[in-house]
């Protein structure tokens, strides 16, 4: 006879584990689903939009503080999973194995911008106390003033490179979503074994997905700057757990991150202010060359996976080999692409808007 199946019968066919990784997963993504929608209305009637015009390419205003989805979907996911398993009092959704002891922080936290967020989370004693050695298998420990300056500038740095990629619908909450997906596969690998990291990067990629269904092209929420910093903090904060996934997040995240650096450099080398609004973006190259917004998305996201993939299957030496390699293609790229773009300009002056205010 037909029937629902047990919760004991399935628990011995499905790990607890893998239940609880995907059950988060898609909780956190109805949830977002959800919310999106309230916080769009919200921005609406707060006045919180994003007004066309200049480099902004969108035809109407359009909310901005999307972000607020993606947090609220990952809190309450997290928090709702904790609650069952405290009034069961026993492990019941999460497995024993899932619990860690390293994510006690402090509680009382006051953000100043971004430098005061990551002074917190080093204070809270998450710092990259270890690194891949580039010359041999093994790994580097760092002195602790070394360490507390890299991890600061590791977590800013994160959020400074997903801040200036997203200048497309869905691009930065795209890209965000794969290296989290990747960061949580990388935690459940053996010589990682971290399922509670696992466990927060899959929750949070799921909120992710649910609020690309309204971020996407043509998107009808925006990130915002504390969406930004958000999924940054995030995902900076999950890549320091583990030796291995710091190289991991570099390369996975190879494109923002490797953008921003060339950006900087283009900048100082012209005189131009760090955050001076341009056309000069990665991004920005692919539109210019006759890609459409949803292509050159697609392009990043496909570009990102691979390098997620790289990411998955080596080493910490050799995920930060492939981050140089690709560091050069993709210097050579924006250089061919900014000279057909440069080319197109000549033959088409109007062709590009008239910069104005550059939130990256």
């Known amino acids: 006879m037909g029937g629902a199946v047990p919760l004991s019968s399935l628990l011995a066919i499905v790990p607890t584990t893998a239940l609880l990784l995907v059950g988060s997963a898609v909780f956190a993504f109805a949830l977002a689903a959800v919310f999106a929608p309230f916080v769009g209305l919200a921005a609406r009637r707060l006045g919180m939009l994003d007004l066309p015009g200049g480099r902004r390419l969108h035809p109407r205003p359009i909310p901005r503080p999307g972000g607020f989805a993606i947090a609220a979907a990952f809190g309450v996911a997290i928090f709702l999973f904790w609650l069952v398993d405290r009034i069961a009092g026993q492990p019941f959704l999460i497995p024993e194995e899932v619990r860690s002891s390293r994510f006690t922080l402090r509680a009382r936290w006051q953000f100043l911008g971004l430098m005061g967020v990551a002074a917190v989370i080093v204070y809270a004693g998450i710092r990259i106390d270890f690194v891949n050695d580039p010359f041999d298998d093994g790994v580097l420990q760092l002195a602790l003033p070394i ?178 390699g690709f560091a050069v293609l993709l210097g050579v790229a924006v250089v061919g692409l900014a000279q057909r773009a440069t080319k197109a300009s000549e033959l088409d002056p109007g062709l590009y808007p008239s910069e104005e205010a550059d939130t990256a």
């Open 147 to 324: 360490a507390v300056a890299f991890t600061m500038f590791w977590i800013v740095g994160m959020n400074v490179a997903l801040n200036f990629i997203d200048g497309l619908d869905g691009l930065a909450a795209g890209v965000a979503a794969i290296a989290a997906l990747t960061l949580g596969g990388l935690a459940l690998l053996p010589q990682v074994s971290e399922p509670f990291v696992a466990w927060m990067a899959f929750t949070l990629a799921g909120a992710i997905c649910g609020f690309l269904l309204f971020n996407f092209h043509p998107a009808r929420l925006f990130l915002g700057t504390t969406g930004v910093a958000f999924l940054g903090t995030m995902l900076a904060v999950l890549s320091i757990f583990g030796t291995s996934k710091v190289a991991a997040a570099l390369l996975v995240l190879g494109v923002p991150i490797i953008d921003t650096f060339y950006v900087l450099v283009r900048r100082a080398l012209t005189g131009q202010p760090p955050f001076a609004p341009d056309r000069g973006h990665f991004h920005h190259r692919l539109l210019d060359v006759g890609l459409s917004h949803p292509q050159a998305v697609l392009v990043i996201y496909a570009m990102t996976a691979v390098l997620g993939t790289i990411a998955y299957m080596t080493s910490g030496r050799t995920q930060l080999v492939s981050f140089a």
